[in-house]
C-alpha cells in the first residue's frame, strides 16, 4: 500500500520554466491538497479538491493550478516559475472533510 | 534533505522528561484540530486529533488539551524518546468559501530530546 505517491522528489527550474508536480493516492479518498513548506512559516494551502473534477483557491493560490480529472491524482502545475515559489511540497489526502489528512514525501523545487 | 523550520521554537528536553507544546490558533469557529509530528526529510505524520466538544484526548503516550476559551491547544508527550526528536504542528479545520473546510497549519515546534 503506497498511500500518497509523489513525483519528481527534487527539480530545480530556471525563472520562467513551466512544470508540473504530480501526486497520486491509493486509498481511494474524496479530498486531496497541495502545500507549500518554507522556514518558519509551517505548511501554507495553494489548492485542493473535495472531489473528482473539483478544484478550489486555498490560501496562496497565485501562480499555480491544479486539475483532478481522475479521483486518484491531483496535479500542480507552475505555468511560470518564479524564485518565490522556491519551496517544499507536499501533497495530502483525506476521506472526509474533517479528518486526518495523508501526506506525501514532498516535492524539493528550487527555482533560479 | 529540505531545511524545515530553521526560525522556529526550540523545546528541549531530558530523555525521560514530560514535554508540553504550546499552540494558539486564531478561528474560534474552527471544530477541529490535529497534531502533526514531521521528521525532517520527511511529510508530517498525524498523532492525534480533538473534536471542539471535548477538552481532552488521550492516546499512546499522548494528550491533547483544548481550551476554547482562550483559543489555545497543547500536546502533551509522557516520557520523551529521543526518537520523539521532530518538528511538532498544530492544525485547525476552519469553514472556507462554498461551504467547504480547510485545514491551516501553525508555524511549528522543534523538539529536541537530550540522553
Known amino acids: 500500500n503506497a498511500g500518497v505517491t509523489q513525483t519528481p522528489k527534487f527539480r530545480v527550474l530556471k525563472t520562467g520554466q513551466s512544470m508540473t508536480l504530480l501526486c497520486a493516492q491509493d486509498?481511494?479518498?474524496?479530498?486531496m491538497y497541495w502545500y507549500r513548506q518554507d522556514p518558519g512559516m509551517g505548511l501554507r494551502l495553494i489548492h485542493y479538491?473535495?472531489?473528482?473534477?473539483?478544484?478550489a483557491k486555498g490560501e496562496v493560490p497565485d501562480g499555480y493550478n491544479v486539475s483532478r480529472l481522475k479521483k486518484q491524482n491531483f496535479l500542480l502545475g507552475l505555468e511560470s516559475a518564479a524564485p518565490s515559489q522556491t519551496s517544499v511540497y507536499f501533497c495530502?489526502?483525506?476521506?472526509?472533510?474533517?479528518?486526518?489528512?495523508?501526506f506525501g514525501s514532498g516535492t524539493q523545487l528550487s527555482v533560479l | 534533505g529540505e531545511s524545515v523550520g530553521l526560525h522556529l521554537p526550540t523545546l528541549s528536553v531530558q530523555e525521560g522528561d514530560n514535554s508540553i507544546i504550546n499552540c494558539a490558533y486564531s478561528n474560534s469557529a474552527s471544530d477541529y484540530f490535529i497534531w502533526y509530528k514531521q521528521e525532517s526529510g520527511k511529510g508530517p505524520q498525524f498523532i492525534i486529533d480533538i473534536r471542539s466538544n471535548m477538552d481532552k484526548r488521550q492516546g499512546q503516550r499522548v494528550t491533547v488539551l483544548l481550551n476554547k476559551t482562550v483559543k489555545h491547544l497543547s500536546l502533551q508527550i509522557a516520557a520523551t524518546q529521543p526518537g520523539d526528536s521532530a518538528v511538532y504542528f498544530c492544525?485547525?479545520?476552519?469553514?472556507?468559501?462554498?461551504?467547504?473546510?480547510?485545514?491551516?497549519f501553525g508555524a511549528g515546534t522543534r523538539l529536541a530530546v537530550h540522553p
Open positions: 492544525a485547525e479545520n476552519t469553514p472556507a468559501e462554498g461551504g467547504y473546510n480547510k485545514l491551516i
Open positions: 479538491s473535495v472531489g473528482e473534477g473539483t478544484t
Open positions: 495530502a489526502s483525506s476521506p472526509v472533510v474533517r479528518g486526518k489528512l495523508f
Open positions: 486509498m481511494n479518498h474524496e479530498y
